[in-house]
Nanobody
Framework: QVQLAESGGGLVQAGDSLRLSCAAS????????MGWHRQAPGKERELVAV????????TYADSVKGRFTITRDSAKSTMYLQMNSLKPEDTAIYYC?????????WGQGTQVTVSS
């Protein structure tokens, strides 16, 4: 089992920044990537960014390229999402995703609200 602890959401104004964190604990030896997904009201959950845990390779949704940066701290088993130049359309619940060989896990979600 893997436990995920998310933090860092909140209410900000357009143009502000936030940093989300997701710490993984438990049986993490088979991890191969972690990522962030988001779900806005009335919309499907979508991928925001993902990072390969071994080589640090990253992938971003077109809507966040140049504004969001995903990073990892292997020693702390923690993933981060630095979100800059936030827009109202970034408002959503942000979910941490942990993928491992044989399965994956979701975090409980953290709310990000961007006011105009």
């Amino acid at each position: 089992q893997v436990q995920l602890a998310e933090s860092g959401g909140g209410l900000v104004q357009a143009g502000d920044s936030l940093r989300l964190s997701c710490a993984a604990s438990g049986r993490t030896f088979s991890r191969y990537s972690m990522g962030w997904h988001r779900q806005a009201p009335g919309k499907e959950r979508e991928l925001v960014a993902v990072i390969n845990w071994t080589n640090g390779g990253t992938t971003y949704a077109d809507s966040v390229k140049g504004r969001f940066t995903i990073t990892r701290d292997s020693a702390k088993s923690t993933m981060y999402l630095q979100m800059n130049s936030l827009k109202p359309e970034d408002t959503a619940i942000y979910y941490c995703r942990y993928d491992a060989y044989g399965g994956g896990y979701w975090g409980q979600g953290t709310q990000v609200t961007v006011s105009s």
